[in-house]
Every structure is written in C-alpha cells, then in structure tokens.
C-alpha cells in the first residue's frame, strides 16, 4: 500500500530550540522543510546562522520579512532597549507583542501551500523568558483559529513545550545532533560569536546565554 509522504515546516530561528526541532523534524518526517522570519532583529547573526544550518543539512529555507513588525511594537530585540528589563506588563523588554502569532499565522499559511501536515515551532513554556505567546493554551488555541479559518487540519507540534533547557540538551543528544545545536546555533541576544563557551558562542550575560548556560550545565551534571 502506498503511504503518502508527511511533510513538515519548522519555524526555524536558528536558535537552539528551533534547531533541536529541525533534527526532529529530519528524523520523524519525509519532507521537512524550513521557514525563518526577519523581523528587523538589532543582528542578523541568528539568521545567518539558520542560513548556515539549512545548507549544512540540505533543507529548503524561505526566509520571509516581516521587518514591518517593528514599525507597530516596541522591544528591546528589535530597538535599542536594554533587554534585561521588564516591561510595564511585567513582561521581559525582550517580548515582542504579537510575533509567535505572526510567526505561526503565516507559517501556517506556507504549510498549506506546501500541502505540509505539521507545522513545527519550538517554543516552550517551562524555563520559558516569561513569553505568553510560547504557552500550550495559546498554541492550542492559534491552531484551532488558524486551521477553522483556512478549511485546514494541520497539526501545530511543539516538541519541547514541556522541556527544560537542560533536557533539550538531552533530545539534541537523542537526536545526535549535540554538536551541531552547540556549535551552529545562536541564541545570544547581542550576537555575540566571538566568545566560544562549552554550551556554544555568546556573550554570557544577557538572559539568552544565562538560560543556555545553565541548562548546558545541568545537563552535563545529569549524564555524567
Ligand atoms: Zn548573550
């Protein structure tokens, strides 16, 4: 009997949960396929990085802009904010109102157009930087809205929801592809690849890289 290929587009950042996601998705899917969005980051190291990762692993990239998103919010991401500061909602100056909607909205509308079943996004809502936009109710939620308003079923999967830094080390290392996340993923919010750290490039002091850190080292700590 013929079985019809699962295809699969991975919101792809670049950054270590993304990555980790796409060697999931390489592993568990026929057809994989990735979509990055430029949304006027202060660096573009992340996206070159995704550029890199993409060409290393042979999978088809569509980098969208959507830099326009800058011009109607305000986060330290994408201004010169500092982004170790919160917000007047509480919320990390790092947040950008309304992207992980806007991200999964038009990858979703890729999806369709690729005839993809799954829809891939690595966000996480365990040790997540306070991003209400990378909970399960709201995913749960944009997948219901986004496939009602398409005549679609596709799956949104969100492999590391329930994860911590540390145990995405650890799906990395189940997936073998440890290496790869350490030495080609950014997740530096200063785009800093000049300092080589164990847990990979950063400049180790912003939450990004504290995250990172303190996750690489739990999980060192776990498997030894
Ligand atoms: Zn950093």
Redesign the pocket.
């Known amino acids: 009997m013929k079985t019809e290929k699962t295809k699969a587009v991975v919101i792809f950042s670049g950054g270590q949960d993304s990555t980790t996601c796409l060697y999931y998705a390489l592993e568990t899917y026929d057809e994989v396929e990735a979509i990055t969005f430029a949304y006027g980051q202060k660096h573009s190291v992340e996206i070159d990085q995704s550029i890199k990762i993409c060409e290393m692993e042979q999978v088809k990239q569509t980098i969208v802009d959507i830099s326009f998103l800058n011009t109607l919010v305000e986060s330290a991401l994408t201004s010169n904010g500092d982004v170790n500061e919160i917000n007047e909602k509480g919320l990390p100056a790092s947040f950008v109102p309304n992207r992980n909607q806007l991200f999964i909205t038009l990858a979703h509308a890729y999806a369709q157009k690729i005839n993809a079943k799954v829809l891939i996004t690595g966000v996480c809502q365990t040790d997540y930087s306070g991003y209400p936009d990378c909970r399960k109710d709201f995913v749960d939620l944009i997948q219901v809205a986004s496939n009602i308003g398409s005549a679609s079923n596709i799956v949104i999967e969100t492999p590391l929801m329930y994860l911590t830094k540390a145990q995405t080390f650890e799906m990395a290392q189940d997936y073998d592809c440890i290496d790869e996340v350490i030495e080609h993923s950014h997740t530096?919010?200063?785009g800093?690849r000049t300092q080589r750290h164990d847990w990979g490039y950063?400049?180790?002091?912003?939450p990004?890289?504290e995250l990172r850190q303190k996750g690489y080292e739990e999980f060192i700590s776990k498997s030894v």
């Open positions: 530096c919010y200063n800093d950063g400049c180790a002091k912003c990004a890289c």
